[in-house]
């Protein structure tokens, strides 16, 4: 399923799909009175390499019980699709061009406004990606797209229960079923940089002119700084002030990570860039980049989240798979709440925006993404909802993630799901003095807890 990288070419294969991590400067080296000079793309070889042991190593953590990642049934929008097509309640139908990526998005009400385009050569088809012929990505809540022109579909999916799980499809009328991932995946997608779990991550480096990466660059999300992140990515928005990696190539030989960042800057066309034509849309929606930069690591905090509380639980003794239903809770030890306490606080801070940088001019995206995903909703009574953006300083207007509504948060263990609902209400009332949330002001506070109130009322009842 992924073709051999030659050395020269070895870098990291993280699809675009693909944290916040450190980063590694990507400049070349040299021995001191001996004027050695290393390519750092040859030293990557070294650092994938390291990279896949870590994720070997991560890979037993949920391999074997209690997890049983490959072993526990799969119940998730891929698996689902896959029985309606079986049973012949619907099918995929190609368009024009033979291609069926429309027919599936529609399918999983993915929304086409939602594309990004990325022509770094980080995904398992590099050899097919470049500046000339990006690689397409469409997401909602729960899945990940990939499209590359000739090339197979990679899905990225959240299952409830396991977390990520890794998909290519093929196309065809009497080909209904979709790949899983062997492991290969798991490679980029469940090492340090998606938190140790099967999980999801957006790239931002430094391309050279065919997209490959000069620099291991950077892993962002919401915290990440603006001016690290798209490297690699074409970018369609306007952002005042304020400078991305976006659009452009870092071309001067003699120094890896020099970036146009002006003439990149405030793109409402990228036709100038490649042939739009060939994609469902000419966008690269700067709003849907923010967005999936958020929910990639969310996702991947709810998975640890229910990862750590069932090896909390854990007693040794036979249980049900994480895939399967969940068995009647043990009496929780107070080392094993201390361990569900430490994820549970990550997965609150990441949840309430924690470390967000202000955003210092204003943003807005061309594709429409913004206007389709905030009606999703849901809205209380004064017509407020968790998807509203500000788009003036931060992202969203109320920040607590709109995935606390997901299936995969809902699905967490009962001890989980306690400690995050009688911590988060604390903070919300104030009832707490942290200054990790002294960026909430007590308007967010309330105005949160009133939105949560109201559309999640078996979780935060009025009164």
Same mark, same amino acid.
Request: include cysteine.
């Given at each position: 399923m992924?073709?051999?990288?030659?050395?020269?070419?070895a870098?990291?294969?993280?699809?675009a799909?693909?944290?916040?991590?450190?980063?590694?400067?990507?400049?070349?080296l040299?021995?001191r009175?001996?004027?050695?000079?290393?390519?750092?793309?040859?030293?990557?070889?070294?650092?994938?390499?390291?990279?896949?042991?870590?994720s070997?190593?991560?890979?037993?953590?949920?391999?074997?019980?209690?997890?049983?990642?490959?072993?526990?049934?799969?119940?998730?929008?891929i698996?689902?699709?896959?029985?309606?097509?079986r049973s012949?309640?619907?099918?995929?139908?190609?368009d024009r061009?033979g291609?069926?990526?429309?027919?599936l998005?529609?399918?999983?009400e993915?929304?086409?406004?939602s594309?990004t385009?990325?022509?770094?050569k980080?995904?398992?088809q590099?050899?097919?990606i470049?500046?000339?012929?990006p690689?397409?990505?469409y997401?909602n809540?729960?899945?990940?797209?990939?499209?590359?022109?000739?090339?197979?579909?990679?899905?990225?999916?959240?299952?409830?229960?396991?977390?990520?799980?890794?998909?290519?499809?093929?196309?065809?009328t009497r080909n209904?079923?979709?790949?899983?991932d062997?492991?290969?995946?798991?490679?980029?997608?469940?090492?340090?940089?998606?938190?140790?779990v099967?999980?999801?991550?957006v @790239?931002? &480096?430094y391309?050279?002119?065919?997209?490959?990466?000069?620099? $291991?660059?950077f892993?962002t999300?919401?915290r #990440?700084? /603006?001016?690290?992140?798209w490297?690699?990515?074409?970018?369609s928005?306007?952002?005042g002030?304020m400078r991305?990696l976006g659009?452009?190539l870092?071309?001067?030989?003699?120094?890896?990570?020099?970036?146009?960042?002006?003439r990149?800057?405030n793109?409402v066309?990228?036709?100038?860039?490649?042939?739009?034509?060939?994609?469902?849309?000419?966008?690269?929606?700067?709003?849907?980049?923010?967005?999936?930069?958020?929910?990639?690591?969310?996702?991947?905090?709810?998975t640890?989240?229910?990862?750590?509380?069932?090896?909390a639980?854990?007693?040794?003794?036979?249980?049900a798979?994480a895939?399967?239903?969940?068995?009647v809770?043990?009496?929780?030890?107070?080392?094993?709440?201390?361990?569900?306490a430490a994820a549970?606080? @990550?997965? &609150?801070?990441?949840?309430?925006?924690?470390?967000e940088?202000? $955003?210092?001019?204003?943003?807005s995206?061309? #594709?429409? /993404?913004?206007?389709?995903?905030?009606?999703?909703?849901?809205f209380?009574?004064?017509?407020?909802?968790?998807?509203?953006?500000?788009?003036?300083?931060r992202?969203f207007?109320y920040?607590c993630?709109?995935l606390?509504?997901?299936?995969?948060?809902?699905a967490l263990?009962?001890?989980?799901?306690?400690?995050?609902?009688?911590?988060?209400?604390e903070?919300?009332?104030?009832?707490?003095?942290?200054?990790?949330?002294d960026?909430?002001?007590?308007?967010?506070r309330?105005?949160?807890?009133?939105i949560?109130?109201?559309?999640?009322p078996s979780?935060?009842?009025?009164?």
């Open positions: 992924i073709e051999p990288l030659p050395i020269r070419d870098v990291y294969r993280n699809p799909i693909c944290s916040h991590g450190q980063r590694s400067k990507g400049r070349l040299s021995a009175g001996v004027g050695l000079r290393i390519d750092w793309r040859w030293l990557v070889v070294v650092v994938c390499l390291f990279g896949w042991a870590e070997a190593s991560a890979q037993f953590d949920f391999e074997g019980p209690p997890i049983r990642y490959r072993q526990a049934a799969t119940d998730n929008a698996t689902r699709l896959e029985a309606r097509l012949g309640e619907t099918e995929l139908v190609p061009n291609d069926y990526l429309a027919s998005l529609a399918e999983l993915i929304p086409v406004s594309q385009l990325v022509f770094s980080t995904s398992l590099q050899s097919r470049g500046p000339s012929m690689r397409a990505i997401f809540d729960e899945c990940y797209v990939g499209w590359v022109q000739g090339g197979v579909i990679e899905i990225g999916v959240v299952d409830e229960r396991l977390g990520g799980i890794f998909y290519t499809y093929r196309g065809g209904v079923s979709f790949n899983r062997r492991g290969a995946c798991l490679g980029c997608h469940a090492t340090g940089k998606t938190q140790r099967p999980g999801f991550l @790239r931002s &480096i391309p050279d002119a065919e997209g490959r990466a000069r620099d $291991l660059g892993v999300d919401h #990440s700084p /603006f001016a690290e992140r490297g690699g990515w074409y970018v928005g306007l952002h002030s991305h659009n452009e870092a071309l001067d030989p003699d120094d890896d990570e020099k970036i146009d960042v002006e990149g800057a793109r066309t990228l036709d100038d860039h490649f042939d739009t034509s060939k994609y469902l849309t000419p966008h690269s929606d700067l709003i849907a980049l923010l967005v999936m930069e958020h929910q990639s690591q969310m996702h991947n905090f709810i640890l989240a229910r990862y750590e509380t069932l090896r639980l854990d007693t040794g003794e036979p249980t798979a895939g399967d239903a969940d068995p809770p043990p009496p929780v030890s107070d080392e094993a709440m201390r361990r569900i549970g606080d @990550r997965l &609150i801070e990441f949840l309430l925006f924690c470390d940088p202000q $955003l210092t001019s204003p943003v995206g061309t #594709s429409g /993404f913004d206007t389709e995903f905030a009606a999703l909703g849901p209380d009574s004064q017509d407020r909802s968790l998807r509203q953006f500000d788009l003036q300083t992202l207007r920040p993630s709109y606390i509504y997901s299936p995969a948060f809902a263990p009962e001890p989980m799901l306690d400690y995050v609902r009688g911590r988060l209400t903070i919300l009332r104030s009832e707490v003095s942290d200054d990790r949330f960026h909430l002001s007590g308007e967010d309330q105005a949160i807890l009133e949560l109130t109201e559309t999640m979780w935060f009842p009025a009164g």
